[in-house]
């Protein structure tokens, strides 16, 4: 059965912290992994990836595949307050319509 | 371009009464899809449609109904109401084939309570 687990589930920092977020993930014929945002609303895309070893970044935040190890990590440096939210993983495969979705990661962030 | 938009953003309900949840996306994209998402807990699929006309479960489709008469429109149906279906519900869409792109767009979300 096709799953994506992430960790940890919670997460508690400082303001200036960097943190690193993991997904694992098993599905048949991967297609991409996609990182989202979610806060008090509907999440937000992050980051789609599907090489291996190519960092995608957007100022604070940067992610990595690694398609061997079946992970992704996401990295947020020098973390804000703002940063706090739940960090959702998603997988796709060519065998399915659909996106598998993991728990999410909550992280806090405190001044 | 408005996105993604759903209607309520939220509802009450008594247990046994129905409702449509109303979900509409202006990007012509061919995927639309329902999440559920419950407190402390990650989204789980209801329905979802990879065009006008063709729907099909996802993980959770017990006690809803859906249909996809246009391009456009993704209603969710809750025939009756029960409270294990207090949820938080988002209506995502997305353009997908082999040389496109996995990226959901999510609604704003309804926060649904049934009591």
């Known amino acids: 059965e096709d799953k994506v687990v992430q960790s940890p589930l919670s997460l508690v920092v400082h303001e200036g912290d960097t943190v690193t977020l993991n997904c694992s993930y098993e599905?048949?014929?991967?297609?991409?992994l996609l990182w989202y945002k979610q806060e008090k609303k509907a999440p937000t895309f992050l980051f789609m990836l599907?090489?291996?070893?190519i960092e995608k970044k957007s100022g604070r935040l940067s992610s990595i595949l690694d398609k061997k190890e079946l992970f992704s990590i996401l990295n947020i440096t020098a973390t804000q307050t703002g940063d706090s939210a739940i960090y959702l993983c998603?997988?796709?495969?060519?065998?399915?319509?659909?996106?598998?979705f993991g728990t999410g990661t909550r992280l806090q962030v405190f001044p | 371009n408005a996105g993604v938009t759903q209607t309520p953003k939220f509802r009450i309900l008594k247990i046994g009464q129905s409702m449509t949840l109303q979900c509409t996306q202006d990007?012509?994209?061919?995927?639309m899809y329902w999440y559920r998402q419950d407190p402390g807990m990650g989204l789980k699929l209801i329905y979802y449609?990879?065009?006008?006309?063709?729907?099909d479960k996802g993980e959770v489709p017990n006690g809803y109904n859906v249909s996809r008469s246009t391009t456009e429109d993704f209603p969710l149906r809750l025939e009756l109401a029960a409270p294990s279906q207090t949820s938080v519900y988002f209506c995502?869409?997305?353009?997908?084939?082999?040389?496109?792109?996995?990226?959901?767009?999510f609604g704003p979300g309804t926060r649904l309570t049934v009591l």
């Open positions: 449609s990879v065009g006008a006309g063709i729907t």
């Open positions: 998603a997988v796709s495969s060519y065998n399915t319509d659909k996106l598998i």
């Open positions: 990007m012509n994209h061919n995927y």
């Open positions: 599905v048949t014929n991967f297609r991409s």
């Open positions: 599907t090489s291996s070893g």
């Open positions: 995502a869409s997305s353009y997908w084939d082999r040389g496109g792109t996995d990226t959901q767009y």
